[in-house]
């Protein structure tokens, strides 16, 4: 049992440009399948579906199907100009839904990381009748939340083109999220993109120009304090971006969100702490919804 790299030209929706769009994607299927959902991971700025492997291993050893895709301008998929994919919240909420239909995930749990990992909990509010279980780990979800200067400097002109064309940006970014070493061999699968294109970097400028984060997060905190859908969220607490009180506070809003913390995890926690990770998901996956 492996994980399976695939691609997939996905038709766009209309408000879309671009005809069609390149997604890239990371599978697993268990040999002994639960009667249960597919779970679909999805990652954060810097990061790619490669950051999931670990987990999505263990996912398929306990009986679950795992499908991870790299965000399109992001790690192996397509690198759309910003003239014909908006990169905004809107957009990339669109072509997820074209993505899903493509690779006929109608039902399924989702997790998400990280700042553009955010888009995905706003796909859920947005349609919670796909939705079996929510699981989010270290991901913005209040309206006070600031992008970090490392993240926010590749969205200023000038600044930004050089920043991008550098893939040692990826180094910077993840190891200082992460607070740990990557091993270069892991570090060159995230840099490889950065090598083989210019248009990786000018996609990111696009990413972080676009995030429109102050409304995404409007949405996201007032959706989750009312939302009716089973939610877990795991935060590392030394995280140097986001604070977990905003986190624990919103849990704290809704009887349907529960709060574990990972006490020296920091903002990729999948990176490090999958084997502490992958049992806290799992066990959740596998309640039966009321």
């Known amino acids: 049992m492996s ?5 997939i030209a996905v038709e766009s929706k209309d408000s879309i440009p671009e005809k069609s769009l390149e997604w890239f994607y990371r599978e697993i299927s268990p040999e002994n399948p639960l ?14 579906s490669f950051s999931w492997c670990e987990i999505m291993v263990e996912l398929a050893n306990n009986g679950f199907k795992a499908i991870a895709p790299d965000w399109i301008g992001c790690g192996y998929s397509g690198k759309v100009a910003p003239s014909k994919f908006g990169y905004t919240p809107d957009a990339y909420i669109e072509a997820l839904s074209s993505f899903l239909e493509a690779v ?4 399924f749990s989702l997790v998400v990381q990280g700042f553009l990992g955010s888009v995905g909990i706003q796909y859920a509010l947005r349609n919670p009748q796909q939705i079996e279980h929510l699981i989010i780990l270290n991901t913005p979800m209040s309206p006070s939340v600031k992008l970090p200067w490392t993240m926010k400097q590749c969205g ?33 699968v995230y840099r490889k993109p950065f090598l083989q294109t210019s248009a990786t970097g000018r996609a990111l400028m696009g990413i972080v120009k676009n ?17 009716e859908l089973p939610v877990q969220i795991i935060w590392g607490m030394e995280d140097p971006w986001l604070d977990s009180e905003s986190a624990s506070k919103l849990a704290n809003t809704n ?36």
């Open 255 to 290: 009887q349907n969100i529960e709060f574990t913390s990972l006490k020296e995890a920091k903002h990729y926690p999948q990176e490090h702490f999958s084997q502490e990770i992958s049992p806290m998901i799992i066990n959740f996956l596998r309640r039966q919804n009321v």
């Open 104 to 107: 006929k995930l109608e039902k």
């Open 211 to 227: 995030l429109k984060l102050s409304d995404s997060m409007k949405e996201v905190e007032s959706g989750l304090a009312k939302s």
């Open 35 to 48: 009667d249960k959902p597919p779970v679909l991971l999805l990652h954060g700025i810097l990061s790619q």
């Open 3 to 7: 994980i399976k790299e695939n691609s």
């Open 156 to 188: 200023i002109p000038l600044l930004g083109d050089m920043i991008t064309q550098d893939p040692l940006l990826v180094d910077r970014t993840l190891e200082g999220g992460s607070g740990f070493v990557i091993s270069d061999e892991n570090l060159n």
